[in-house]
Nanobody, 123 residues
Framework: QVRLIQSGGGLVQTGGSLRLSCTAS????????MGWFRQAPGKEREFVAA????????LYAEFLKGRFTISTDLSETTLYLQMKTLQPDDTAVYYC????????????????WGQGTQVTVSS
């Protein structure tokens, strides 16, 4: 069993930066694929970024245009999402997730989820 605890987020002005953290407990995430998703009001949960454990591949949603960076700490217990040049359209609840499986771009393929953290970007 993996428990994911999120921190970070909050209110930021357009163009600002935030870093989200997701700390795992219960077991190591070093052999799990990890992802970030977000869900805006009235919209479906959408893929943001993911990191694969086998080769450390990093995948990003095309709409990010290089503004976000996914990473883990050296102990492979904490996942980060560094967000830069934030825009009002980035306003959403952000979730981290973990999976032993594949299909990492789809939320249905993740077994474990963080509690979510609100990111609000003011114009």
């Amino acid at each position: 069993q993996v428990r994911l605890i999120q921190s970070g987020g909050g209110l930021v002005q357009t163009g600002g930066s935030l870093r989200l953290s997701c700390t795992a407990s219960g077991r190591s995430i070093s052999n799990m694929n990890m992802g970030w998703f977000r869900q805006a009001p009235g919209k479906e949960r959408e893929f943001v970024a993911a990191k694969t454990w086998r080769h450390g591949n990093l995948l990003y949603a095309e709409f990010l245009k290089g503004r976000f960076t996914i990473s883990t700490d050296l102990s492979e217990t904490t996942l980060y999402l560094q967000m830069k040049t934030l825009q009002p359209d980035d306003t959403a609840v952000y979730y981290c997730a973990a999976t032993m499986g594949s299909g990492i771009g789809a939320p249905i393929n993740y077994e474990y989820w963080g509690q979510g953290t609100q990111v609000t970007v003011s114009s």
